[in-house]
């Protein structure tokens, strides 16, 4: 069971599987990036716009850290492609640390099933250079668990008859509506204080900035501009769609992001949001799990919340991940982990975790827990309990050894990603 298996070396050009040549793409070669839009246009169905595409996606991308499938039979047409952001996310009792965020992954609708993303997902996650730890958002939620990702995070889309009011008695200050040109240094400096503390927070750089806040007619859609309003420990954007109906107002606030460092800001920023005038309808698309809506709203029946899949995890290296967290008990605990698409993880480990941090080294002991490294990758930030894993029968063993990785791996909130990526 305890096989010792070395990580392979990065494979920079490789022909494979379906005839396929496998290869990253060059950063400084825009060939390279329009053969990328074109294969990500055709994969996601949109036409795609050169300037937006050039000015709000291509800067947040260092495109050496994209693959590319090439079918030298379609005079070497790239078919598929994926790609990897060097981000940062926060990770619980250790901060902000790097990860592989994955991205951009798609293959031409007319060359799909023939193993292009298994290529990409072999290219990424067997390469040298990757972090012991990669992260996405899956534009369906069946595709990688193959691939050892776990679902990690869940986002809830919440929406709010208003007016709704706070319970009385919640502490609340003033807020100030300002333009985006004096929001942008302030929202990025509470942004810059809230993400070391709040686990599953991404570092967000100019471009990634300017990306998520733009306001390019192909992002915006024809919506309404997008407004911000500010407290000292916190911010809003938002935009107001107004309407009138047979009824009276009926105008719909959709707030698209709070980022709050107190308590007071939090309620503040909402009472803003459900006091609007003439808004008959909030709806947030994107709130963590713990957004404690529920607990500052007087009537918390005004709240319908519906919940699905946000960020999956999957533990490259465990041995090297294990340490990116500290762990909310002291818990030695022996794992027989299965890793089918990267087999240095496969094996029978013995975790050390506690308030420092974790080790992981392979053992030849009898196993306590048995597990899939997908599991282990749901667990790590938090949001998915072992011990509801154990009730799924996802995750076997000796009950009380369930319950000691159950204790160390939990945390008190449990985490929130406020973007896509
Ligand atoms: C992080 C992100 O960027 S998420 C965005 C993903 N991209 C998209 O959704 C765009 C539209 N879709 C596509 O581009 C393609 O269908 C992809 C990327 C999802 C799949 O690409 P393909 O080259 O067809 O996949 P490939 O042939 O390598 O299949 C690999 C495995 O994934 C499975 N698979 C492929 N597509 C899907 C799917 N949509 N749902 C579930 N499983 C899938 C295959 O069955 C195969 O499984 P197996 O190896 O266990 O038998």
């Known amino acids: 069971m305890t096989g010792t298996h070395d990580q392979p070396p990065a494979p920079t050009s490789t022909t494979g599987a379906g005839g396929f040549v496998v290869r990253a793409l060059s950063d400084t070669s825009e ?30 991308y260092d495109l050496g850290r994209f693959t590319g499938v090439f079918d030298p ?30 991205t951009w992954v798609a293959v031409r609708p007319d060359q799909q099933r023939r193993g292009a993303l298994r290529h990409v997902m072999t290219h990424q996650l067997h390469a040298d250079g990757i972090e012991p730890i990669a992260v996405l958002t899956a534009s ?16 809830t889309r919440r929406e709010i008859t208003t007016p709704a009011r ?105 009472r803003h949001v459900l006091s609007y005038p003439l808004v008959r309808t909030v709806q947030v698309p994107l709130a963590g799990v713990d957004e404690p809506l529920i607990d500052l709203l007087d009537d918390p029946r005004a709240l319908s ?13 465990l041995t090297d991940a294990i340490d990116r967290r500290t762990y909310s008990a002291t818990a030695r605990v022996t794992v027989a982990v299965t890793d089918r698409f990267c087999p240095w993880n496969d094996g029978v480990f013995a975790l050390d975790l506690d308030a420092d941090g974790g080790r992981a080294h392979q053992v030849d002991d009898e196993p306590e827990i048995r597990c899939d490294i997908a599991d282990l990758g749901s667990a790590f930030l938090g949001g998915t309990r072992i011990a509801r894993l154990a009730t799924a029968g996802r995750v076997t063993g000796d009950p009380a050894a369930i319950g000691r990785l159950d204790a160390a791996m939990a945390t008190p909130l449990r985490p929130f990603t406020p973007e896509g990526f």
């Open 305 to 317: 919340t519906a919940v699905s899949d946000h960020v999956w995890v999957r533990l490259v290296r």
């Open 140 to 155: 369906e939620a069946g595709i990688y668990g193959r691939f050892g990702y776990g679902l990690a995070t869940n986002r």
């Open 73 to 102: 039979a379609l005079g070497d047409l790239m078919v598929g492609l994926g790609g990897i952001q060097s981000r940062s996310l926060t990770f619980p009792g250790r901060g902000p640390s790097p990860v592989a965020a994955v």
């Open 166 to 270: 706070l319970r009385p008695g919640t502490v609340t200050d003033p807020v100030l509506e300002m333009p985006r040109a004096e929001a942008m240094p302030l929202m990025r400096a509470i942004h810059d204080r809230v993400r070391p503390v709040a686990v599953g927070y991404l570092d967000r750089t100019d471009a990634v900035w300017e990306h998520l806040l733009s306001e390019h007619p192909f992002a915006a859609a024809g919506r309404p501009a997008r407004r911000f309003v500010l407290h000292p420990d916190g911010y809003l954007s938002f935009r107001v769609a107004d309407s009138f109906g047979d009824g009276g107002p009926d105008s719909k606030l959709t707030v698209g992001e709070i980022c709050a460092a107190t308590p007071a800001a939090r309620a503040s920023l909402w």
């Open 31 to 60: 060939a390279d990036w329009a053969a990328a839009t074109r294969v990500d246009a055709l994969a996601f169905g949109y036409v795609p716009d050169a300037d937006y595409l050039d000015r709000f996606l291509r800067p947040q």
